[in-house]
């Protein structure tokens, strides 16, 4: 069955360009094509799409405005597909819509992220609300990396962009074995600006180091400590991202970045749906630019992503974010 797609585009000739495109695979159909938010509020409850794909600027309202409205009558996830994913990603969390996607411009990469991420989110579950609009802070304490096949030199990178000076506490969740873990660390502090340490017992987490998650143990977030438990019956990895980002979310949500890079599986994708329900910046790496697109796909299915990010520009979001 086709996945029923309605497309918002103040852009005519954009507007065909996209469609165009999304039908080209022959699994997507375009129910209707909008101009306007009065237009979008008016005919999507009436077409009843499984997917709503908006520009993040429209005539009078802005693509998020339009979202919040409505998610207040007609529950289905939307994608904001704009130039500016970066300046609209806290409005895209304050309205409710599911993800961002860059178009620039509306052809190739970005294009082909968007199919991806509309497949992701058909059958999504959505619920009708009227939205709680809150603001996003700057000054955040803590990045928090979920990373497994494909990852590490990801994160390298991403700790030599961001340097200790930003003051951000970074906890990170990286599957491997006891002597792959050790191996990680010493090659991290090696080649990144970065203080970084397996994490221990009751340890107190300091400003501008890296702590990792030890081999075989949950690495949980409670009071202000760390603490590691054996206890994983419930989750096919020791350290899992899902445990790590869920105990952020139970605490200081507001104060955490939090994203899930490269891997096999669907680790990461609950615990950062509950961050971003608490109040975290959540971001995702590209699936199309992963070395290993599972664990990214699951997170963006899950709806825990506020922002997808392109691997080269995952550092460059992040110090936005510290904004």
Not at 262 to 290: C, E, K, M, N, Y
Request: aromatic fraction near 4%; hydrophobic fraction near 40%.
């Amino acid at each position: 069955m086709n996945i029923r797609v309605f497309l918002v585009e103040d852009s005519g000739a954009q507007a065909r360009v996209i469609s165009k495109r999304l039908m080209a695979d022959g699994d997507i159909q375009i129910v209707g094509v909008a101009e306007t938010g009065r237009d979008c509020l008016r005919q999507v409850p009436l077409l009843r799409p499984d997917v709503v794909v908006m520009d993040g600027r429209l005539p009078n309202q802005s693509g998020p405005e339009v979202t919040a409205k409505l998610l207040e009558v007609y529950p289905v996830p939307v994608i904001l597909f704009t130039q500016s994913p970066e300046e609209y990603k806290d409005l895209a969390e304050m309205s409710g819509a599911v993800a961002t996607v860059s178009k620039n411009p509306p052809t190739g990469d970005s294009m082909e992220t968007l199919l991806k991420v509309i497949r992701l989110m058909n059958g999504m579950k959505v619920v009708r609300r009227k939205p709680i609009l809150r603001m996003m802070r700057g000054g955040k304490k803590f990045l928090l990396i979920g990373s497994s096949s494909g990852g590490p030199l990801i994160v390298a990178d991403i700790l030599r962009e961001i340097t200790p000076e930003t003051g951000l506490t970074i906890v990170l969740v990286q599957h491997l074995s006891a002597k792959g873990t050790t191996a990680f660390v010493e090659w991290l502090s090696e080649t990144t600006p970065w203080t970084c340490t397996i994490c221990k017992e009751q340890e107190i987490p300091k400003p501008g180091r890296v702590y990792i998650g030890p081999a075989g143990y949950q690495l949980l977030y409670r009071n202000g400590v760390f603490t590691l438990s054996k206890e994983h019956k419930s989750h096919n990895f020791a350290p899992s991202v899902d445990c790590l980002f869920t105990s952020f979310a139970r605490g200081e949500a507001q104060d955490v970045i939090a994203m899930v890079l490269s891997g096999i599986g669907t680790d990461g994708a609950r615990g950062l749906l509950d961050l971003r329900l608490a109040g975290a910046t959540t971001l995702v790496q590209d699936p199309t630019t992963a070395a290993v697109s599972g664990m990214p796909e699951a997170a963006i299915a899950h709806g825990g992503a506020l922002q997808i990010v392109p691997t080269q520009k995952l550092g460059r979001v992040i110090k936005a974010s510290l904004a």
